[in-house]
């Protein structure tokens, strides 16, 4: 108990001290998830829109699908990206294992079917009403489109805090296709992973504060933006 | 010349049910008609139908601008609108609600700010032009969405039961203003209503609608004082069931 407390002290110390190794390695965090979930977001939000929006054959399956993603296992996803990008894999001569762009594309991977299953459920969650007093006013299809997405703006926006929450907290695939090489690829996750593996538990410790914190703030705007977007009638 | 409509052979079958069976009839233009009858008795699938909301399994929706034939499409489409029973009011502020309408069609920003506030005077809500749509009580919410099918000067319009669980209050300025639009003489109202009082003061025809049929259909007053058919007798003093 007594070793804890002491970690947790000097976890708060590195913190206030502005360590360049811990905020390096926040900094890169932020970084990773950021980006992955940029790019998430720009292929999850048209997909889930596309699916709630057009009628084609295999619609149910393909949002089936889609859920059936939402639960990946990382340590698989990691597993299929190392092997695409090892040496020997059909992008192995890209040379992007362990990286950071490696660890943006198993993110990505990852946060891909949040965001583009809850943008899905949020626009299929329409008032059909809504959808209704839309047409009634002369939309054309894509006119119709394009309102039915704007009035799912904000479940559209908690899918992507979502996906960001999922990328953030996210540590089997970035330590696979990562390395967790220091001061090139070693994230918040795999630093804790590592850190407490060796006993150091002031690093890992301080750095779990700020995930804590980084998570509490997700929370924080996902509450925030769920609730604009369920005004009471 | 503003817009008529009629239908011709109109049918609807809904899991197997004819909730509209074979309707003709053609509204006339520029009167307001209401259209009565019994829960489940077909008005509100009607009024969908005719507003090109739900295509019908048989008959056809005719429309004519003057004498001539108009297709049932888009630009039909755009004549017209219609107030749901339900709030349909989009999340966003009750002004962009009522410009909606506007923006589909094109029309400049700096216009659709002035029509809609005079649509929302209309219905007197002006004052909450900035409050989001989503926050207002029933009764606000219906005179929004009436002031938002105001907006677009509709030559047809579509009312499923606008004032039904509704205040005093919203009941009479909604009533108001439908009867301003009456007495301008240029648009042809459908109203589906319960509440006989606001059909007799409002309405030119009833039209009164029994298992997916026309029973009869005659001038307000005369078919709610003196109905011809027994079954809107029943109807009217409560002895017919849905």
Redesign the interface.
Known sequence: MQEMTSSLVRAFELLLSLDPVLYGIIFLSLQVSGLAVIAAAALGVPAGAGLALVRFPGREAAVSLLNTFMGLPPVVVGLVVYLILSRSGPMGFLGLLYSPTAMVAAQTILAFPIVAALTHAGIASV?P??K?????????TS?AAR?VV??AR?AILAAVIAGYGRAAAEVGAVLMVGGNVEGYTRVMTTAIALETSRGDFELALALGIVLLFLSLVVNLALRAVQKR?A??? | MTLSLSAAGLTKIYDGRAVLDGLDFAFQRGKVHAVIGPNGSGKSTLLRLLSLLDPPTRGTVLFLDGEEPAPADISVRRRMAFVFQRPSLFNTTVLKNVEAGLAIRGRPKRERNDVALDALRRVEMEKMADRNGRTLSGGESQRVALARALAVEPEILFLDEPTANLDPHSVRIIGKAIEKLRDGGRTTILLVTHNMFLAQRLADRVVFLFEGRIVEEGEAAAVIERPRDERTWRFLTGELAG
């Open positions: 008032d009403i809504v209704d007093a839309i047409r009634s006013l002369g939309a054309t006119q309102l704007i009035e904000y977007g005004l009471v009638r």
